[in-house]
């Protein structure tokens, strides 16, 4: 690919411990026993620490849009099908955008740093998965995401930056409470994410009040049309 070719190229020229190796794993097999991954138009930067793969499908990203707002690939399919089928007028758009320079910085810091922040998601009372834009985000930041099971642990691994509880639907043990106040009060981070629909439970609602947070029913919206993303409870803290 022209385009990552040369962006590696320039890479190099900016900077002298960049070096590039090509390699064409038909002629040379050998030579690529060594990466765990690889594929076409990918490229595999490495050091003596680690190694990460670039995916080509990473680095040209789609966009889908429908009268100028973002949208899922799974709903573009859905709207050009009621578009081929006169059901709506306008018919959805993509944009492609090239990310292979965000891309490629993000893996020199992963092979050459020294230690990757590491990032626990609680389990164990009928979480939500990841949401796939922040996990996306952590990606790019090379934070290493694990899952943690503090009910099975004796305390918060001692390589937590944070760890992060998204919307448990049913509470946690107080033994689990007591271990997220210690790891809290020995300078660890905690994250909670809750939704209107489920209940916080009684011994996380009393964690969080006494660190001066509760829980309250009920929903933000936002009145103004200009404020929000397609739906009024989608806050934002501009939009432009």
Excluded: W
């Amino acid at each position: 690919d022209t385009y990552i070719d040369e962006l590696l190229r320039r890479a190099a020229e900016l900077n002298e411990h960049i070096h590039i190796t090509t390699i064409d794993p038909v002629l040379h097999p050998d030579q690529v026993t060594n990466y765990t991954a690889y594929g076409q138009n990918s490229f595999v930067v490495s050091s003596e620490q680690r190694e990460k793969v670039v995916g080509y499908s990473d680095i040209y990203k789609t966009q889908y849009y429908y009268e100028g707002q973002e949208i899922s690939a799974e709903e573009y399919n859905q709207y050009v099908a009621y578009y081929q089928y006169g059901m709506i007028q306008s018919a959805p758009t993509t944009e492609q955008s090239f990310a292979g320079e965000t891309l490629l910085a993000s893996a020199l810091a992963y092979v050459t740093t020294d230690k990757i922040p590491v990032i626990y998601t609680l389990s164990g009372h009928n979480e939500i998965s990841m949401d796939q834009n922040l996990a996306g985000y952590l990606a790019d930041d090379n934070v290493d995401v694990k899952t943690l099971q503090l009910a099975t642990e004796d305390k918060v691994p001692d390589d937590a930056n944070a760890v992060m509880i998204l919307v448990p639907q049913s509470d946690l043990s107080e033994t689990e409470c007591e271990r997220l106040d210690a790891y809290i009060k020995s300078g660890g981070h905690v994250i909670i994410y809750t939704y209107y629909q489920y209940d916080v439970g009684e011994n996380l609602e009393q964690l969080l009040n006494s660190y001066g947070m509760q829980t309250v029913q009920g929903l933000v919206m936002e009145t103004d049309s200009t404020m929000y993303n397609q739906n009024y409870a989608y806050l934002y803290p501009s939009v432009m």
